[in-house]
């Protein structure tokens, strides 16, 4: 049994940096590569693709990704854990195969994880008491599962323990828990019990700083942001986890970017709610009992945390159709920039008006003056140029098309100096909503494979 | 008396909760986490925020790394894809709060 391990974050959210796993598997030790694809609409928009050709449905660009990195992980044998397959894993896993034969890459071991994709048992499940209603609004389902487009369970790390066990040197999985792609290997090698919640909860926690990928090493910080070293090579974070719960979050030396108790404090504090039950799959972690110190430069040292026991519900992911959007941009500049977007906005819901188009909403934002902080932004008295937004939604896609049509007619139309409508007409998005939802844990089980290259 | 403005003593993160945002504050140092532990109440929080916040404050103690987590509800229009706003996902609302100038 191992003392230690180093994870790498690989990739925070899809459409990360795409130089990052290589970098990770080749400029230093690592032991583990995870990454993370899925936000809350990822996989409705994965589904999608899906629906239109069988073969898709999973992060694309994790194909090109292991193309670079599989004769290293090969050679080093290192692991990866991704949740990359999305709402098509066997799919994802299909192209790795012929990545790996191409390269002559022969005999490693694929763990597959699927079985969170419920959408065609909804019927069954709810039958069996899932309940489902929206944990957020109270909302019930019978209101949107006529609408559904996806309806995904979150695993947690006990299937990719199960494949890790049985040899799989990568690890493809549906819709797994962000956190949970560094836990499990945690849980793997050092053979923690599933009733420590201490420990566990420490994996989760590490698992919450590597998540989001450049966040905990210097990217998106807003303490003295200036004093962060060559963001343009950034290097990611690095767990080096040791097996009595503690962990150090580190990065590649030579990399830019940095690690300190500031920025992976502000990656703590992202996305949380009540901080002393962080709740996932496997158990419950105390965001109040983590304790940082700076070790030295580029390292952090997380210890003390404490973990409480697990509930029996695990969180349901579902998204449906909920009418369209569009937006329109127009920049205006000085003289009177900001006055002369007003007018436009004015002019342009007077035509919608006389249109008879119907919308549920029509927000207008000005950037460049508050659209960010809204009253809380400075007066300024001249601006030299502001950006009008107008953005509307509709049950109706008909209204929102049309709204598309009255943007660009504001230019011969309306106050003048005006520009920035390069991009065409702005077309009609759907609206995919998101409905979090929780059901009892012992009406569903990841199903788990191994395919061998 | 004397005011000092909030991003001279803090940092901090926001992002979404479906149509929350959460604003985390973290202070520099022990004497700055008494200022916000003090001044940041769910009362001067929501007040800071009004037009665009249009729910409930909740407020986290989160003494060990002297950060304080608010959930500022109702706040996103809608949220998601759902949301009409520029910044649907909050990102920019923890520099809003450190906008504040408190008296100490």
Redesign the interface.
């Known amino acids: 049994m191992k003392d230690k391990i180093r994870i790498a974050s690989g990739s925070g959210f899809w459409g990360d940096l795409q130089s990052i796993p290589y970098q990770q598997v080749t400029k230093g030790p690592v032991d583990y590569l995870m990454m993370d694809f899925l936000a809350?609409?990822t996989m409705s928009i994965m589904q999608k693709q899906k629906k239109r050709n069988p073969a898709a449905g999973y992060a694309k660009d994790l194909i090109q990704i292991m193309k670079e990195i599989l004769p290293s992980i090969a050679e080093k044998n290192i692991k990866v854990v991704t949740n990359g397959g999305g709402a098509n894993p066997m799919g994802c896993v299909e192209e790795i195969v012929k990545c790996a034969h191409k390269l002559g890459i022969k005999g490693m071991k694929i763990g597959v994880v699927t079985g969170d994709d419920i959408l065609d048992s909804l019927d069954d499940l709810l039958k069996r008491g899932a309940g489902l209603d929206n944990m957020?609004s109270g909302q019930k389902i019978s209101d949107v599962k006529e609408k559904l487009i996806s309806a995904n369970v979150y695993f947690g790390a006990r299937p990719i323990v199960e494949v890790l066990k049985k040899g799989a040197q990568i690890v493809i999985t549906g819709r797994t828990t962000d956190t949970s792609l560094t836990y499990a290997p945690m849980i793997h090698e050092f053979k923690w019990s599933w009733d420590d919640w201490d420990k566990l909860a420490a994996g989760v926690i590490a698992g919450h700083i590597l998540e989001c990928g450049g966040q905990s090493s210097g990217g998106?910080?807003?303490?003295?942001w200036k004093s962060v070293p060559d963001l343009a090579h950034i290097g990611f974070p690095i767990a080096e986890a040791y097996l009595n719960g503690e962990f150090v979050i580190t990065k590649h030396q030579n990399t830019g970017g940095m690690v300190s108790?500031?920025t992976v404090?502000?990656?703590?504090?992202?996305?949380?709610?009540?901080?002393?039950s962080y709740i996932t799959p496997e158990c419950i972690a105390d965001?109040?009992?983590?304790?940082?110190e700076q070790l030295e430069k580029d390292r952090v040292r997380v210890y003390?945390i404490k973990g409480k026991p697990a509930t029996d519900l695990f969180k349901v992911s579902m998204a449906y159709n909920?009418g369209y959007?569009a937006?329109g941009n127009l920049t205006y500049s000085w003289p009177d920039a900001l006055e002369k977007a007003k007018k436009a906005d004015e002019i342009l819901r007077t035509r919608l008006s006389d249109l008879g188009l119907k919308f549920e909403?029509i927000?207008t934002?000005f950037?460049g003056v508050n659209?960010?902080?809204?009253?809380?932004a400075a007066k300024q008295n001249e601006i030299n140029e502001v950006v009008l937004?107008i953005?509307?939604?509709s049950n109706h896609h008909h209204d929102v098309e049309a709204f598309g049509k009255e943007i660009a007619p504001l230019i011969l139309t309306g106050p003048p100096s005006v520009t920035g409508f390069a991009g065409g007409r702005p077309k009609a998005?759907?609206?995919?909503?998101?409905w979090?939802a929780l059901m009892p844990k012992k009406l569903v089980h990841p199903k788990v494979e191994i395919i061998t290259t | 008396m004397s005011k000092i403005k909030l991003i001279d003593i803090a940092?901090?993160?926001s992002?979404?909760?479906?149509?929350a945002a959460?604003v985390?504050i973290?202070a520099?140092d022990d004497k700055g986490y008494e200022i916000i532990m003090k001044h940041l109440t769910t009362e001067r929080v929501k007040k800071?925020?009004?037009?665009?916040c249009l729910g409930e404050v909740e407020r986290?103690?989160?003494?060990?790394?002297r950060?304080l987590?608010f959930?500022l509800h109702n706040t996103l229009?809608g949220?998601?894809?759902?949301s009409?706003?520029?910044?649907a996902q909050g990102?920019?609302l923890?520099?809003?709060l450190?906008?504040m100038e408190i008296e100490v």
Do not use: W
């Not at chain 1, 998106?220 to 003295?224: A, C, K, P």
């Open positions: 809350e609409v957020e998106n910080f807003l303490g003295d108790v500031e404090s502000e990656q703590l504090m992202y996305e949380i709610g009540d901080p002393t965001f109040t009992s983590i304790k940082l003390g909920d959007t937006i909403e927000k934002e950037l659209a960010c902080h809204g009253p809380l937004r953005g509307v939604r998005n759907e609206v995919i909503a998101y979090p | 940092h901090g993160r992002g979404d909760k479906g149509d959460n985390g973290i520099y800071h925020f009004e037009g665009i986290f103690e989160m003494p060990n790394i950060a987590n959930l229009g949220g998601g894809t759902v009409l706003k520029h910044d990102k920019t923890a520099a809003a450190l906008r």
